[in-house]
Nanobody, 120 residues
Framework: QVQLVESGGGLVQAGGSLKLSCVASGNTFSIIRRGWYRQAPGKQRELVADISSDGTLSYVDSVKGRFTSSRDGAKNTVYLQMNSLKPEDTAVYYC??????????????WGQGTQVTVSS
């Protein structure tokens, strides 16, 4: 199994920056893909950033040019650097990891979530 622990959320003014971290532990060698999601009150959870198994990054249009995801393989950690934050970025942010539980079956694990609040 894989476990994820997030950190780095908080309250920031519009235009400010925050950096989220997500550390994986357990069977980290089985991880295929990492992701960052967010869920605002009354809205569905949406994918913010995706890190594929080969390291390819992709972002939802609303954060392109402002958010950057990266990973530190040695620390099994992924980061989400968020710059030029806007009030509409306010949400609970979750990291995720897709991993193999057997050769043919995969599962997803989620971090506990961290609140990001951007004041206007």
């Amino acid at each position: 199994q894989v476990q994820l622990v997030e950190s780095g959320g908080g309250l920031v003014q519009a235009g400010g920056s925050l950096k989220l971290s997500c550390v994986a532990s357990g069977n980290t060698f089985s991880i295929i893909r990492r992701g960052w999601y967010r869920q605002a009150p009354g809205k569905q959870r949406e994918l913010v950033a995706d890190i594929s198994s080969d390291g390819t990054l992709s972002y939802v249009d609303s954060v392109k040019g402002r958010f950057t995801s990266s990973r530190d393989g040695a620390k099994n950690t992924v980061y989400l650097q968020m710059n030029s934050l806007k009030p509409e970025d306010t949400a609970v942010y979750y990291c995720s990891a897709d991993f193999f539980i057997t050769i043919t079956h995969r599962s997803v694990v989620w971090g506990q979530g961290t609140q990001v609040t951007v004041s206007s």
